[in-house]
């Protein structure tokens, strides 16, 4: 049996009792005789913690010396996983980013892998050891400590699996797996055994926390078979996997909502060359993101656009629009922080005609209005009034035979 | 003007004030023209909660494990430190060991630093920056984090001061200074002004715990003027340097006390050749490390032999006592865990003669037994019960003429 990754976040390493499971899992693995690599996030609320003193001293810290003092959390916790699988009688050692090496960029907090020398690691694994290695952290080129941003100690598993070429890599997490919706407000959303890598991506970067999405970009992009899991259940979980036929075969596969975004509508836009990309160049300057843009069309040479931000990012947009007000000629900045964007995903989209239609459709007969509208090859998204979340994903669910009765069998 | 380094203790960097008071003092003393490397330990109580952590999950935690968690410590505070001095208005730059590098031997939770590569420091002074470099921790040659115990910090400190020919090297601690005797059991103990390498470290054997003997040690070797001082006040210290005239002509600097010992005595040890080996032979297999060994004249082919060994160690050095005692025919081990070592301690004592019987005397003056006698050219150290540590201490410290009204201007 060949090499498999085992990715352990924050809550399944947040006490000691939960550490030993971790631990107790990863010997497990071993006993099946795969080689096994752990990768380990920081105890729960350890890295806000951290964050906290970093704060204290400083409400504007230099980013390479916040990486040094947040990467100790999961230094912290790839000690005590080592320690705990000795303990229950295995062989481990602890690797941090550069004792592995994992070479990223030089963005701190938000740092990019670039290249991984596992030669360290496969020798390790060769002795019969476990290698526990520390989530979320890298080395730059000059030896600097850097961090990967939230969640990217999944980012770290997933590349490590590629590196190893692995035979798969296993996100553990406090949830079964990936569900058709958020179960938290849809009662009826099931748990999927399987999804394409394509639909994970989208569930992703529509608001479905599960895993970061670069980690799912690189699984995708190395083919690593991807497995979400959770670490106090027995449950096989969801795979995340290329595409196949029989996934084709379901229009829709999630419905994802996200209701950290803000919408800004700029009025009377003057219709010329250049203005968008003075606005949008103005945000980027900021380091401000924006999602969705919708433009109507013009009308006497002036139109309206509408994107959305990141609701922390709403007053930092709202400010740099009002400096480009009087330049452009603009009648007037709106916004509105009460928004959710809903969304549809599903890889069976590409062969089914009429998706969007059918959402629009549901939405209009529950009277929710559609504030905007995006669209890709496999998804579509309506951002509405913030109120209609849950009513939005549950009448979706519905509407595209996603409730566990309706569903199990297709994809289950 | 040179370079400068400063070394501040747990207690210095015990909160986010205390943390702005060293960034305070590093960029002082940037602004009087020097170089600045400040060498920081893990705010205080952390490496009690990383060891405790440790313990939580396994009491008989792997070494290399427990130094990856242990070396968080620091690591968290030169982060906080270099961002304090950023937010004062200063530039810094953190470093961990294998950043700098300071290359160590393999020996786990007391690592002896071996090489340090300065180079990347001495580019960061030259860029006007204050380098803050985590003390205690080290690197292996193959990468692993060590770390030098208990006090390791101020072994850092020096051996950086050594290595980058730095003018002094500063010790901030939370005392002004060396006292002539510990002021928490004689009140009218004095701080030296000065005082010999050579006496400084009898002092740090002896159980004051201003100081980690191997720092001394460093200091010694390399010539480096150590001051210590308080990170609290402005007070300028004690400066620990080459002997001179003047300080031959005190008798003695200090007096010493040490309660963590503990005496074993072994009665009618047979007196033949490689007795004495295979007792303190097994004992060392064990780790147990033994101070004074006393043992009496053979009388009918056997002798008494006593010897000390810490505290903690007393029931396992009775346990190895005690499987010896067949093969060796010893008729009884006797012990005694309430005793303390107190010492008189002075360069000058190499020219003065009768000083350990004036010290005899003044304990028989009080009625306080002798146990067990140790001496070496500059200390003469007697073992009492331990109740007697006040008495002898403050009696001795009178009789030296140490007492404050007696001898101020001498030293001071």
Known sequence: MGCLVQKYGGTSVGDVERIRNVARRALKARAAGHDVVLVVSAMAGETNRLLGLVRAVTPT???????????????????????????????????????????????????????????????????????????????????????????????????????????????YTDVLGVYTADPNICPSARKLSRISYEEMLELASLGAKVLQIRSVEFAMKYRVPLWVKSSFS?????????????????????????????????????????????????????????????????????????????????AAAREVMASLVGELGITSVESDGQIAKVSIVGVGMRNHAGVAARMFRVLAAEGINIQMISTSEIKVSCVVDEKYTELAVRSLHTEFGLDAAASEGIRG
Do not use: W
């Not at 810290?61 to 990467?71: C, G, H, K, T, Y």
């Not at 496969?122 to 030896?143: H, I, K, N, P, S």
């Open 61 to 171: 810290p230099n980013e390479r010396e916040q990486d040094v003092v947040v990467a100790t959390g999961e230094q912290v916790a790839v000690g005590l996983v080592a320690l705990a699988i000795q303990a229950e009688g295995g062989e481990a050692t602890s690797f941090l980013a550069h004792q592995v090496r994992i070479v990223t960029d030089a963005v701190h907090g938000k740092a990019r892998i670039q290249h991984i020398d596992a030669g360290a690691l496969a020798q390790t694994l060769r002795a019969g050891r476990v290698a526990v290695v520390a989530g979320f952290q890298g080395t730059d080129d000059e030896g600097n400590i850097t961090t990967l941003g939230r969640g990217g100690s999944d980012t770290t598993a997933v590349a490590l699996a590629a590196a190893l070429g692995a035979e798969a890599c296993e996100i």
């Open 234 to 314: 027995e449950d096989p979980g969801t795979l995340v996997c290329a595409e196949d036929a029989a996934m084709e075969q379901v229009v829709v596969s999630g419905i994802a909502h996200d209701r950290n975004q803000a919408r800004i509508t700029l009025r009377d836009v003057p219709d010329n060359p250049g203005v968008a990309s003075r606005i949008f160049g103005a945000l980027s300057d900021r380091h401000i993101e924006v999602d969705i843009i919708v433009q109507t069309a013009a009308r006497e040479g002036r139109a309206d656009l509408s994107f959305t931000v990141n609701k922390p990012d709403l």
